[in-house]
């Protein structure tokens, strides 16, 4: 499985982004997908997952700004990002799991500044 994310960017604070992550496999077979995101020196925190059978979670930074969602017709996961705020800026990074193996895109980054 490979996935690729891009879609970064800079845009202002209030902006919206949205980032597609296209995996070369078939997304429902996936048994979650995610959103993660890591500034320098910090860990990699997750944004917001989808599990098969057990819904969505958002961190509660991104609660009623973020959306996650999955076209499987397309193999892609995208985040729709509203309102976006100078904290946001990070290095975005989708995920999969599939089976017993986790699997990464590369990172995409956001810029969030006047």
């Known amino acids: 499985v490979q996935l690729q994310a891009f879609g970064g960017g800079s845009v202002q604070p209030g902006g919206s982004l949205t980032l597609p992550c296209a995996a070369s496999?078939?997304?429902?077979?996936?048994?979650?997908m995610a959103w993660y995101r890591e500034t320098p020196g910090n860990d990699r925190d997750l944004v917001a997952i989808?599990?098969?059978?057990?819904?969505?979670k958002y961190d509660d930074s991104a609660k009623g700004r973020f959306t996650i969602s999955i076209d499987d017709a397309k193999n892609t996961l995208y985040l729709q990002m509203n309102n976006l705020k100078p904290e946001d800026k990070a290095v975005y990074y989708c995920n999969a799991v599939y089976g017993q193996h986790d699997y990464w895109g590369h990172g995409t980054l956001v810029t969030v500044s006047s």
């Open positions: 496999g078939r997304t429902s077979t996936f048994s979650t």
């Open positions: 989808i599990s098969r059978g057990r819904g969505i």
